[in-house]
């Protein structure tokens, strides 16, 4: 019977880790400028809304569906044009998250299991860094959890047939939304939760397959009348940035679908852009530290393991101890517990397929997006201690080793992630390994000599807080930093770059992925620009955007801007004139096309466009388009601009000569080229 302390436990923890992601929100700014640019944009007209189009004018969308930016557009409308508006349904959405995952493994596993999971979502550094952040993977998780609710409902015991199917089609409704947020990322919860049903109920086989397949059709009605809408809204309509043919298809099964596994180079690109994967444009081995390197070292590697690793190596050692007492109890025909078994089927092949989709993924892949892992490792980790609990007061056999043991492996890996870069709360190691050695042999001259009363629990107790701590300072270390932007990450500064520190304990030098040297200065000035979403105005840029807005009539769209999303996100942002970034996220994208170009000349609907100086491409050198993405769609728009509009003097807007921009909108500083004003009115 649940008692009083265990509901207070339980708000405590809900509102302590909205505290957690909300704490200095203010410092993340604008999160990723990218989506909100869109959410900006989104709130303006119903179209824009619908398609989650990135720019005032409907021109592209962004490379995702929209519903993850959805409850952000509402947010504005409700509260206004404020950067914490923007973030704050993450926060909503990663602290009932945590409310869902103990609603779950409560029917599961119990109360105090449940609690403790809750707790360690919450505390999970990735889950922390990116609830502070308007990606759509905190919208992607929470979704999940709802499934994974709904699912474990359906397997109650004493649940009719009828709702027991319900609440599976309820399931399969929310992963379908997961779909409308990110794609088939949420679908690769599906054979996860076709394997916990087809082996853990006790329904006739008859039935389980039925059910699934009218779960089926669910998910595909709640996946798709978002891309039928599209289909059937009636022109004109935004591009769908990162397709090949203007779609939202072949986006969800190329950019965003295969090509994420597989590595194809299928679309245009988006927010996380094929150029951050080594050996793709021009910046591409320069920020190969994006991708990380695939196989099964992935997930504990320099970039991931201090996000999401802490505790899969508990979770492994529970799930082999539950394969094992399986296959004896199956062994010995003993009879199963159906809910139990369904539920370690479910979160324990959660853990495995995502997590061997995302070490083995050939393309994309950004830290963050183990997110999707948090609730899964959470949950195997609460359990999983609750097992090895049971087999440490069980008084026959050599089980009540795996008690201290999955405790002293965990402190062990601790250890190691901390030591990557001791300079960053390097202390961690010691105040880790301290209960962890007091825990481990306490529990063991408990067991030995006998003794009973309160001494297990307080060697379990010190335990708990050998395994938990490390990733709680992580996490509370990440919110009072105030960390935010595109690129969520947990940890020192320079690791979402997947540098590692070289000599001793306080050497300054970082090393990238592909050889490369540069400060620690270096790497946390670069780390800060592009990880906290700053999307000020350059003076030259403040100028220039109070020259157009001042000068352009009664012209639609008041400037393009070439290089994409990421040089015109801060113009959108800060401004409330029609702006648009030609080509998509990284100018890759055929929208504009230069026919689109002439039509608006023709009809008075373009007034300025921002471009590269003549000789030199957009974004950096060596590139076509922003990080090497624009290709030759880029320069055919370029060399419209130099033939069909007039150049405006820098002297015009308040400039002696032409001046590279700071950071040219990208986040990176210096990475921004000479641009120059072109006038399209006439000519």
Not at 19 to 33: D, E, F, P, R
Request: aromatic letters at 10%; a positive charge; one cysteine or more.
């Amino acid at each position: 019977m649940r008692t009083r302390w265990r509901s207070v436990a339980l708000l405590l923890i809900v509102a302590g880790s909205a505290a957690l992601y909300a704490w200095n929100i203010g410092s993340a700014g604008w999160g990723n400028t990218f989506y909100t640019a869109a959410v900006k944009s989104m709130s303006q007209s119903l179209t824009n809304f619908v398609f989650g189009s990135f720019d005032p004018a409907g021109v592209v969308t962004v490379d995702k569906p929209p519903m993850a930016l959805w409850p952000q557009v509402f947010a504005v409308w409700i509260f206004g044009w404020h950067s914490w508006a923007i973030l704050l349904p993450q926060v909503l959405e990663g602290a009932g998250a945590v409310f869902l995952l103990h609603r779950t493994v409560r029917r599961w596993a119990g109360e105090n299991v449940a609690l403790l999971a809750a707790l360690v979502l919450a505390l999970s550094p990735v889950t922390v860094a990116i609830d502070r952040n308007n990606n759509p993977d905190t919208l992607l998780m929470l979704l999940c959890v709802a499934a994974a609710y709904a699912f474990t409902r359906s397997l109650e015991a004493g649940t009719p047939a009828r709702s027991a199917t319900r609440w599976l089609l309820q399931a399969a409704f929310w992963v379908g939304c997961g779909f409308l947020t990110k794609s088939l990322a949420a679908w690769m919860i599906i054979p996860v939760l076709g394997l916990g049903y087809l082996f853990g109920t006790r329904s006739p086989w008859r039935r389980r397959v039925g059910d699934l397949l009218l779960a089926g059709g669910v998910l595909l009605v709640s996946s798709f009348w978002w891309v039928l809408l599209t289909v059937v809204w009636p022109s004109p309509k935004p591009y769908v940035g990162g397709s090949t043919d203007g779609g939202e298809l072949s986006l969800i099964f190329g950019y965003n679908g295969l090509g994420r596994v597989f590595g194809e180079n299928m679309g245009h690109g988006g927010a996380a852009g094929p150029a951050m994967v080594g050996g793709q444009g021009a910046a591409g081995g320069a920020f190969r530290g994006f991708a990380a390197d695939t196989g099964l070292g992935r997930m504990f590697g320099q970039q991931v393991g201090g996000q999401i690793s802490w505790l899969i190596p508990l979770c492994l050692l529970a799930l082999g101890v539950v394969a094992v007492t399986g296959l004896l109890r199956w062994r010995e025909k003993l009879p199963a517990d159906h809910q139990r078994r369904a539920g370690w089927l479910m979160w324990g092949a959660w853990l495995i397929v995502l997590g061997l989709v995302f070490s083995f993924q050939q393309g994309i892949f950004h830290p963050y997006y183990t997110t999707q892992l948090s609730p899964a490792v959470a949950a195997l980790s609460a359990a999983g201690l609750a097992l090895l609990w049971r087999r440490y007061r069980d008084p026959s056999g050599y089980s009540w080793l795996l008690l201290p043991a999955g405790i002293a492996v965990t402190a062990a890996w601790a250890w190691v992630v901390v030591s990557r870069d001791p300079s960053w709360n390097g202390w961690l190691r010691y105040t880790v390994a301290a209960p962890a050695v007091v825990a481990v042999v306490g529990l063991t001259l408990v067991r030995r000599t006998q003794r009973q009363g309160s001494a297990p629990r307080v060697a379990m107790a010190l335990g708990l807080v050998a395994v938990l701590l490390a990733p709680a300072v992580w996490s509370t270390a990440t919110a009072f930093a105030g960390t935010g932007g595109p690129m969520a990450s947990a940890g020192p500064p320079g690791g979402m770059f997947g540098g590692h520190a070289r000599g001793p304990r306080q050497s300054a030098e970082i090393t990238l992925p592909n050889g490369q040297h540069i400060s620690r200065q270096q790497a946390q000035q670069l780390a800060q620009s592009f990880g906290r979403g700053q999307a000020s105005l350059s003076a030259q840029q403040r100028k220039i955007l109070a020259y157009v807005t001042g000068h352009s009539g009664t012209a639609k769209i008041t400037l393009a801007v070439e290089g994409g999303a990421m040089a015109a996100s801060n113009y959108i942002i800060n401004s409330d004139a029609t702006i648009i970034g030609m080509g998509g996220f990284m100018g890759g994208d055929p929208a504009p096309n230069t026919d689109q170009l002439t039509q608006w000349k023709t009809q008075g609907d373009l007034a300025f466009v921002l471009t590269s100086t003549p000789g030199t491409t957009a974004g950096m050198p060596g590139g076509n388009g922003r990080f090497g993405r624009g290709g030759g769609v880029a320069q055919q728009r370029i060399q419209w601009v130099q033939h069909n509009c007039a150049v405006v003097a820098p002297t015009a807007y308040g400039e002696s000569t032409i001046q590279p921009t700071e950071d040219n909108g990208s986040g990176f500083p210096g990475f921004g080229g000479a641009q120059m004003l072109y006038d399209c009115r006439s000519r």
